[in-house]
């Protein structure tokens, strides 16, 4: 089965800064979609990135940017020029291509609490 | 273009009610999903449903039920509540498993 792992449950960034917040996961299949979800106080969860294990190119997203490292199994998010709409819990998440099983369904780490200091 | 909509957004209920939470969506998507996302945790699929008629179990089934008589709704429902299922229920779907997931924007479920 496949896991994820989110080993900073709080990080700190100042306004205008860089963060970066880790993700890894366990998986033994070669194909697979990676996903950066954001949740603000008022608990929508809100789509921030998304990488195809397919592709090499991290993918980017104005300020938001991945580095996505497939052998060694890591999905970081960088947040450049932080802001303090930033300021919510972030969520990796993992989805197989596999069309057995849970189809198309979600496994998510415990997520990162992220503050941003004005 | 209204999304996924969640009813109600807050309860409460007391140990042994049942409720039924409501999940529609407006997409034409043929997946649908309810996680339960307890305090400090990331979400957990509790069931889901890949059309009309078919539903399975997730990895918390375990007290709910589902079912999924059209593309548009896929309610859950709480047999005789317990403590152990409080917590924040969000609906999803999708057009195909391949594209994100919208998200409902959450049930506040406390059982005291």
């Keep these: 089965a496949q896991t994820v792992t989110q080993s ?5 960034v100042q306004e205008a800064e860089t963060v970066t917040l880790s993700c890894t ?23 921030v990135i998304r990488q195809e294990a397919y592709k090499q190119q991290n993918a980017t997203e104005n300020r938001f940017s991945v580095n996505f ?23 990796c998440a993992y989805r197989s291509t596999n069309y057995g099983g849970s189809q198309g369904n979600l496994i998510f780490g415990k997520g990162t609490k992220l503050s941003v200091k004005p | 273009n209204a999304g996924v ?10 140990i042994g009610q049942s409720m039924t939470l409501q999940c ?54 709480l047999e005789l509540a317990a403590p152990s299922q409080t917590s924040v229920y969000f609906c999803a779907s999708t057009g ?4 994100p997931q919208h998200f409902g924007d959450g049930t506040r479920l406390s059982i005291l």
Aim: net charge neutral; proline share 6%.
């Design chain 1, 8 to 12: 900073q449950p709080e990080m700190s």
């Design chain 1, 25 to 47: 996961y366990d998986t033994s299949e070669s194909d697979y979609y990676l996903f950066w979800y954001k949740q603000p106080p008022s608990r929508q969860m809100i789509l």
């Design chain 1, 69 to 91: 490292q497939k052998a060694a199994k890591s999905f970081s998010l960088k947040i450049s020029d932080s802001q303090l709409g930033d300021a919510a819990m972030y969520f």
């Design chain 2, 5 to 14: 909509t969640q009813t109600p957004k807050f309860r409460i209920l007391k």
């Design chain 2, 24 to 77: 529609t969506q407006d997409m034409n998507h043929n997946y649908m999903y309810w996680y339960r996302q307890d305090p400090g945790m990331g979400l957990k699929l509790i069931y889901y449903s890949v059309g009309a008629g078919i539903t399975d179990k997730g990895e918390v089934p375990n007290g709910y039920n589902v079912s999924r008589s059209t593309t548009e709704d896929f309610p859950l429902r």
């Design chain 2, 96 to 99: 195909y498993s391949n594209q």
